[in-house]
């Protein structure tokens, strides 16, 4: 389930917009130890501001195999390609329709709490 978001411009590389991320999830959530990215955020920048930030948080970088040909799916990784195909069923998240960054994280977050609910009340036998 969605602990945090930020929804910023798109001239900000992911590299940074994580670092941005991680700054506050961790002032959040400071018991968080383990942290899995994909290849995206490997380098020495996202490292070290990751541990400028939170000294005990393990960052794992999730890679494509490279003996692999074609589809392969990575450990961790379909987690969360499955959250982001449960966010772009929501028709108001599907495409870019939001002006402002914070009517974006608005509709982020009402997602987030329908699929949270829908998880909730599903009957277990």
């Keep these: 389930m969605l602990l945090h978001a930020l929804v910023h411009s798109a001239d900000i590389q992911d590299r940074d917009g994580g670092v941005l991320v991680m700054a506050t999830l961790f002032g959040l959530h400071p018991f968080l130890l383990k942290l899995y990215a994909d290849g995206g955020y490997q380098g020495p920048i996202f490292q070290s501001a990751v541990r400028k930030i939170l000294r005990q948080i393990d960052v794992e970088i999730v890679k494509r195999s490279d003996i692999a040909k074609g589809f392969a799916v990575l450990p ?19 495409k870019d329709w939001e002006c402002l960054n914070r009517n974006a994280l608005a509709f982020l977050c009402l997602a987030s709490i329908r699929i949270m609910l829908r998880k909730l009340c599903q009957k277990r036998s």
């Design 76 to 94: 961790k990784r379909w987690i969360v390609e499955r959250t982001i195909a449960w966010f772009n069923r929501c028709r108001r998240l599907a």
